[in-house]
Nanobody
Framework: QVQLVESGGGLVQAGGSLKLSCAAS??????????MAWYRQAPGKQRELVARILRGGSPNYLESVKGRFTISRDNAKNTVYLQMNSLKPEDTSVYYC??????????WGQGTQVTVSS
């Protein structure tokens, strides 16, 4: 079974920064071959893709976070990160780590709350 454990969420003032981490584990899971992503879901809203990084390292971002958020991965540590700068109140959400294996299986973390105060 694959486990994704997020950390790094919290309360921050607008303009501040947070760095989320997601550590993946699982005996049959090949992290280096997986596509990793961060999603978020605010109350009453649909879950949306924030950033994705392919196994080759190419990232893509939600338009509203471009230039402020950076996704990265450390294959040696089986960990994906989301550096969030210049945070805005509208970034307040539960952030979820997502992994999609080469075979197409999908896994989710439990989520971590990010709250940005104005």
């Amino acid at each position: 079974q694959v486990q994704l454990v997020e950390s790094g969420g919290g309360l921050v003032q607008a303009g501040g920064s947070l760095k989320l981490s997601c550590a993946a584990s699982g005996s049959t899971f090949s992290f280096s071959l997986a596509t990793m992503a961060w999603y978020r879901q605010a109350p009453g809203k649909q879950r949306e893709l924030v950033a994705r990084i392919l196994r080759g390292g190419s990232p893509n971002y939600l338009e509203s976070v471009k230039g402020r958020f950076t996704i990265s991965r450390d294959n040696a540590k089986n960990t994906v990160y989301l550096q969030m700068n210049s945070l805005k109140p509208e970034d307040t959400s539960v952030y979820y780590c997502n992994a999609r294996s080469l075979g197409g299986s999908e896994y989710w973390g439990q989520g971590t709350q990010v709250t940005v105060s104005s």
